[in-house]
């Protein structure tokens, strides 16, 4: 019996890591992509293909948006940066269900830690609060200028694009302990920021039109020039998405090939939906026909000798 189990076992095992061995073998799955019309008040969905429907509609000026681990989409609906803040952050399903988050605030970016916090950008007040996945607010950070874009690094620091105007813009790292430095300057209005898997920082420079990569050491080089640049994301084959104000999606290559993937109304955020993890049950039956598969081309050699 336990020669049997044994057996079982190291099966399983060859099965489970040929099935992983397969899956690292294929691509990364294709994902959608997830719009706010900042005019239309639409959430627009795009396929892989360029194909575009209305995910979801009657949003309040909708800016960031951002994902939580359970495939919920929160939206930042900043309500034209009203007086006093009437914006909210309204969460929706995968199947559409829409509730508000939290309301009476000033949003700009948005953004998830690792813990599942949710982090916003409050844009008059000039504070970054944080959430907890119940709602509960505290203040993460203060005294920046007109925050606007965010994004985590792989550390777990928040990069905040703050400021406007010709050299008034910055960028903000901030630590999970709440030690702030300035990783950038000089810039324009930094409207989108993202980071690609090798680590390094993508701004989009609303102002000069410029796309800049930054390094973790914050050497900035100009990566590409695209008109009126909103909100950046990455897809998982590591291609660079900009909203433009005046409509196309641009996707650009690591190479830096510039083509329009779709275009919409008033696009300004971007995510990505995530992509489920592959369950063991998966990668057993992938492993299965993968050692079916070598199995059978070793006896069909083993024949031909």
């Known amino acids: 019996m336990k020669t049997k189990n044994l057996i079982l076992h190291r099966s399983l095992g060859g099965a489970a890591f040929a099935g992983a061995v397969l899956l690292m073998a294929f691509s990364a799955p294709a994902q959608n992509l997830f719009v706010s019309g900042y005019s239309s008040g639409n959430i627009s969905e795009i396929m892989p293909g360029g194909g575009v429907s209305t995910f979801a509609a009657g949003m309040n000026f909708p800016i960031g ?12 609906n900043s309500a034209n940066n009203a007086i ?51 709602g509960v607010l505290s203040t993460f ?16 620091d928040l990069f905040v694009g703050a400021g406007y105007g010709g050299g008034n813009g910055y960028i903000e790292e901030i630590t ?24 390094d920082l993508f701004e989009s420079d609303l102002g000069t039109s410029a796309i800049y990569e930054y390094t973790p050491g914050g050497v900035r080089s100009t990566f590409a020039s695209v008109n ?14 900009v909203a433009t104000a005046t409509g196309p999606i641009v996707e650009i290559t690591p190479g830096g090939t510039e083509s329009t993937f779709a275009t919409v109304s008033g696009p300004d955020g971007l995510a990505f939906a995530p992509v489920p993890e592959p369950s063991v049950y998966t990668l057993l039956g992938l492993g299965a026909a993968g050692m079916f598969t070598l199995s059978h081309q070793i006896r069909r050699k083993t024949i031909s000798i």
Do not use: K
């Open 228 to 241: 009126s640049p909103n909100e950046l994301a990455f897809n998982n084959a590591g291609n660079l998405f």
């Open 65 to 76: 948006l951002a994902f939580n681990s359970a495939g919920d989409l929160f939206v930042a």
């Open 84 to 134: 006093p803040a009437a914006g909210s952050i309204i969460e929706i399903t995968p199947g559409g269900t829409q509730s508000t988050f939290v309301s009476g605030i000033d949003p700009q970016g948005i953004a998830f830690n690792s813990a599942g916090n949710l982090f916003e950008s409050d844009y008059r007040s000039g504070n970054i609060y944080e959430f907890t996945p119940g």
């Open 176 to 199: 999970p302990g709440g030690t702030t430095s300035v990783f950038a300057s000089g810039l324009y209005f930094p409207n989108g920021l993202a980071f690609n898997s090798a680590g």
């Open 141 to 156: 950070a203060t005294g920046l200028s007109f925050p606007l874009a965010m994004t985590f690094n792989s550390a777990g």
